[in-house]
């Protein structure tokens, strides 16, 4: 593509290869192709992912001081939460070092005040039982979704779930949304490009 300028290439153990790109129209942003012969990537952070958390967090209420962010990956996600939520503690959860690097390389994911665990999401929910304000569940690695629906509703008064909506994820996902509306009180399915995210309240 024109305008295109591969910037790093690196190996997880976690998300396969990981290429940090940059480009004219969508800036720098992470890719990873996971574990799967497949040509191209699934952007990680930066770039399309900023626009469908942009359009997700305007769903949000405004007054949230505790956040969780299950699935850090760089950093995008932290850098929109921080712009909403100016005063908040976020902690940001992430199981590959490798992504946190490229984050804070090149997305300045270490300009944002975030409170990083290294560590498995599994691991993190059996160790922690404080309370959140809002909690977003987005643990992928590669194009793999990583479940986590069964950790306590009750921590996240407000609990976002992102999921790939397109082609042969799509009925995985709507199955999910069904299962999260046994759950949680209410459920709000919004559709940003090429995702669907359930917004849920306890």
């Not at 709000?188 to 917004?199: S, V």
Request: positive net charge; charged residues 30%.
């Amino acid at each position: 593509m024109l305008g295109t300028k591969i910037l790093e290439e690196r190996e997880s153990k976690y998300n396969g290869h990981l290429k940090v790109v940059k480009t004219l129209g969508m800036g720098t942003y992470i890719q990873a192709r996971g574990f799967t012969p497949i040509k191209s990537g699934l952007t990680q952070s930066g770039g399309i992912v900023e626009t469908i958390w942009k359009s997700t967090l305007k769903q949000i209420k405004d007054n949230c001081e505790n956040i969780l962010i299950l699935g850090l990956g760089g950093g995008t996600l932290a850098k929109l939460l921080r712009k909403k939520y100016p005063k908040a503690k976020i902690t940001g959860v992430e199981i590959d070092p490798i992504m946190i690097e490229l984050g804070n390389k090149y997305l300045d994911l270490d300009k944002y005040n975030i409170d990083i665990k290294i560590i498995d999401a599994f691991d993190f929910l059996k160790k922690n039982k404080q309370k959140y304000d809002l909690m977003i569940v987005d643990t992928y690695l590669g194009d793999k979704v990583v479940e986590i629906a069964g950790s306590d509703p009750a921590m996240g008064e407000i609990t976002v779930f992102n999921r790939l909506y397109f082609g042969d994820k799509r009925p995985d996902t709507v199955r999910f949304g069904n299962n999260l509306e046994k759950i949680f009180k209410k459920v709000t399915w919004f559709y940003p490009e090429a995702n669907l995210m359930f917004i849920c309240e306890t």
